[in-house]
């Protein structure tokens, strides 16, 4: 168990955290484009003694090497969303069209905020901590950059890697969870061919637009009668486009789904489901084309390590109240993070901290209105209370660290 003590500065640094969120919220910056952000980090990263680099463009990575014993990573994104802020608060963004609406600034406060910790309070832990920024998660671009840019190779090899995310549940619950907590997230562009003509002569014509509506509508029998029930898996067509007019049958149409899966095995089957349903519809048609196919925007399984988790809970559980702690439901979300701990090969845990008022919360779940009274994350409304959410969540960093790097903990190991 941590020692409480070396909270006791937190309530003075916690001001300096608040006021780093609102800067980071005021200025969002897009998915490899986060210039002014890595730049903020990387002032601050070095004013605790951390020695700084930048890997992957506007990736930021911060190592505090204090003596022998493990190393420890730790990350957190640092990209914002294209949304249009609608929160009215003092703090708004001030770029048109950005919006921190998924709680990066909230991450990089809380990781910056249990650096400070650590690096104040060096008598009570021994090894290495890397804290790492990571762009560009929302298109599963950043961790991939980092990684090209010889992640690998530029910093000590951690033996584990930690990561956290706010989620629309109450502010400072703290959900964990051994095995899958995050969905794998497919993208994929599907243009199929047909012939076009005149609208009033479809007889002259292979009309891609019918045969794009019958592979939308195929396509929803993979999960109600290929996947086995209880089994997770979505399929969304979240786009059908063709033509320009109402009297001209186009040559072509393009659809784009999403696939979200907890399991690599159905996830391959969904695929190949996909592209079979495809072809034959089209051969069906008469196409005089094979359809093409395009998967982009592709995120990893976020899987926990069972031995990681039951750490990093264990630490959570003895620190704070009853209650407090709870097991996650997996979401269907999906990250890029898991992309860093697998190029080293090590092991992770990935968990959530609550980020919504607890009366408004409440509210909601009596009234069985929360997904229609509480804005999540992608929202232009999404807004996290500041506290207990930026306390929570820096202590969340801090514990999960000193479960390897504590000297309490190493002793026992020992």
């Known amino acids: 168990m941590v020692d409480p003590a070396l909270f006791d500065s937190l309530d ?41 680099q930048r890997i992957g463009g506007t990736g930021v990575v911060g190592v505090l090497a204090n003596g022998e014993g493990p190393v420890v990573l730790a990350r957190a994104d640092t990209d ?35 650096a400070k910790v650590l690096a104040d309070h060096r008598e009570a832990w021994s090894g290495t901590h890397i804290a790492l920024f990571q762009p560009a998660e929302e298109t599963a671009a950043g961790a991939k950059a980092m990684v090209a840019d010889g992640l690998v190779d530029k910093v000590p090899r951690p033996d584990v890697a930690l990561a956290q995310h706010v989620m629309p549940v109450e502010a400072g619950l703290v959900g964990t969870t051994a095995g899958p907590i995050l969905s794998a997230g497919d993208s994929l562009k599907i243009t199929v061919h047909g012939r076009g003509a ?15 509506a019958s592979i939308v509508l195929k396509l929803q029998t993979i999960v109600s009668r290929e996947t086995m029930p209880g089994q997770f898996a979505v399929v969304t067509v979240g786009s ?58 592709q995120f990893p399984l976020t899987e926990n390590d069972a031995e990681v988790n039951e750490r990093v809970t264990t630490a959570f559980t003895g620190h704070f109240p009853d209650g407090q702690v709870y097991q996650a439901t997996p979401a269907t979300a999906s990250e890029d993070f898991s992309t860093i701990p697998d190029a080293f090969g090590v092991p992770y845990a990935y968990w959530t901290v609550g980020y919504v008022p607890a009366e408004a919360y409440r509210k909601a779940v009596e009234n069985g209105s929360v997904s229609a009274d509480i804005p999540a994350n992608h929202s232009p409304f999404f807004a996290p209370a500041i506290d207990p959410t930026l306390e929570t969540a820096t202590r969340t960093q801090v514990l999960a660290a000193l479960a390897y790097l504590g000297k309490n903990q190493q002793s026992k190991e020992g």
């Not at 490899?32 to 020695?51: I, P």
């Open 12 to 52: 003075g640094q916690l001001e300096w955290q608040r006021e780093l969120y609102k800067h980071f919220h005021r200025n969002p910056e897009l998915g490899l484009q986060e210039h002014q952000t890595a730049a903020r980090l990387e002032t601050e990263l070095a004013a605790l003694g951390y020695d700084v």
């Open 80 to 114: 914002a969303l294209p949304v249009t802020e609608d929160t009215g608060l003092e703090y708004s963004s001030t770029v048109d069209g950005v919006m921190h609406a998924c709680g990066h600034d909230m991450h990089m406060a809380t990781l910056l905020g249990a």
């Open 198 to 212: 005149h609208g009033s002569m479809p007889h002259n014509a292979v009309d891609p637009v019918v045969l794009a």
């Open 240 to 297: 059908s486009n063709a033509g320009t007019a109402a009297n001209i049958i186009p040559a072509k149409a393009e659809l784009r789904l999403n696939i979200r899966t907890y399991d690599l095995a159905l996830r391959k089957h969904i695929m190949a489901s996909i592209e079979r349903i495809v072809r034959g519809e089209c051969a069906a048609a008469g196409s005089p084309k094979e359809p093409e196919f395009e998967y982009y925007d």
